[in-house]
């Protein structure tokens, strides 16, 4: 069924209205140097190596550190011509923020064409504002928002039954991220079980493949231990199966919220299999943020339930009372969300530091190497050679820049701690509101 031009001008609103509040959301958290992870300034310093038509070397990793031997997201290149035009942290968050749009808009469409235009805005828009894609803007960016109109892209293919498409959206996810080209093992799977017996096999194999060639030769080919740096996350110390069972409460909450936004519709479609490969992983991870619905680890399986919710209505149209019951799992989900907090005027007061952390950082000259805590790291990258405490290595930087005040474990004398590790002398020349910069003479 083919949607109306209205069918595309309302989802087109949505996803352009949605994707203005997460807009808001991430650059207001980045004005207010609010502390996520160090992970944005890792993408910003593999983007802008890309934009400079280097190797994706990510200094924060460590010095000279090519960021393919530690996750493969070749994918991220694509951000690359954007961030030459406009180089900045805030090019790599609204990156993602424009393909988590673009995916808004693919499922609001397929969900109105399909089970009419009511319900499937309805749908659209609980997708739109659905705690994955919410919690991973507020984690900031990272490689795994480019799976998102990918796969709704692959799950609109499966809905329409036009598989070669499927396909032909499917087999990008492999330089998404290295995980999930487990993911697309399972679409081969998932066209096998829809009678695609030849092509899904192919796909199954062929994606199984992938994923070996790229844990054990292409990625440790690029990291100087010579190995996948995260397979010891599996089990940890105490094993997969023990893993596996910690913390049973958070997990099967976690499972049971990513379809209860669904109103449990989606575990009537074959599509919802896509999900095993993530849950998979994250719960066998020894890594307690992997568990719950916090952070961007659910971003994915976000379109693959949507999807599987509109496939399960078209198939079962009785499944319709799903809705209602999804969006008010997705209503309480809003409590205290981020795209919420927007309607609160305080959240756009400046918090108290924000004048000293815009002061210390343009103490430091652009071009200047720094070794940094994940504090203002994201704020340095753009101008900077930027190093991490935790791995500046044999690097001697020019400035050290920690925030003592935030809790986050850095060295209270930054002055000390800076010519112990590199040599030299150190002065510090900034002081104020926990943030301490020394500068080598």
Known sequence: MTATRAQH?????????????????????????TIASFDNAIFEQAVKSYAGLGAPVVDIKGPGFNILGDHFSPVTALIAPFYRLFPSAQTILLAQVVLIAVSVH?????????????????????????????????????????AAPLLALAGAAYVD????????????????????????AVVGGVLWLAGERRR??????????????????????????????????????????ATLLDAPGRKIA?????VAITGFAALASPWVLL???????????????????????????????????????????????????????????????PVAALADPVSYDEPPRVDSARTVV?????????????????HLVTDHTVYWLGTVGS????????????????????AAYAEQAHGGTYDVIYDDDGYVLAQRR
């Open 362 to 378: 343009s103490l430091v000259p652009k071009g200047a190497s720094v070794e940094a805590d994940i504090g203002l790291m994201g």
């Open 275 to 337: 999900v095993l490969p993530t849950f998979a992983w994250r719960f066998a991870g020894d890594v307690p943020f992997y568990w719950g619905t916090e952070w961007h680890y659910s971003l994915v399986l976000m379109p693959i339930v949507f999807v599987a919710m509109i496939d399960a209505i078209r198939r079962r149209p009785a499944l319709r009372w799903a809705t209602p019951v999804g969006l008010v799992v997705g209503g309480f989900m809003m409590v205290g969300s």
């Open 200 to 241: 899904g096999a192919a796909l199954a194999v062929g994606a199984v493949a992938a994923t070996a060639l790229i844990l054990l030769v292409i990625v440790p080919g690029f990291n100087a231990g010579g190995a996948y740096a995260y397979s010891g996350t599996l089990g940890g110390d105490r094993g997969v199966v």
């Open 106 to 146: 693919v499922i609001a469409v397929l969900a109105m064409r399909t089970v009419g235009t009511i319900v499937g805005a309805a749908i659209g828009l609980a997708y739109a504002l659905s705690f994955g894609l919410q919690s991973a803007v507020e984690a900031d960016f990272h490689e795994v928002a480019f």
């Open 395 to 414: 690097a001697t930087p020019e400035y050290v820049l920690f925030d003592v005040a935030a809790g986050i474990g850095s060295p209270s004398d930054v």
């Open 161 to 184: 039954r036009r598989f070669d498409r499927v396909v032909l959206w499917s087999v990008p996810l492999l330089l998404v991220k290295e995980d999930l080209g487990l993911t697309v």
């Open 254 to 258: 976690t499972v049971v919220l990513t």
């Open 9 to 33: 001008l309302l989802a087109a609103v949505i996803a352009l209205v949605t994707g203005a509040a997460y807009a808001v959301v991430t650059l207001v958290r980045f004005d207010h140097f």
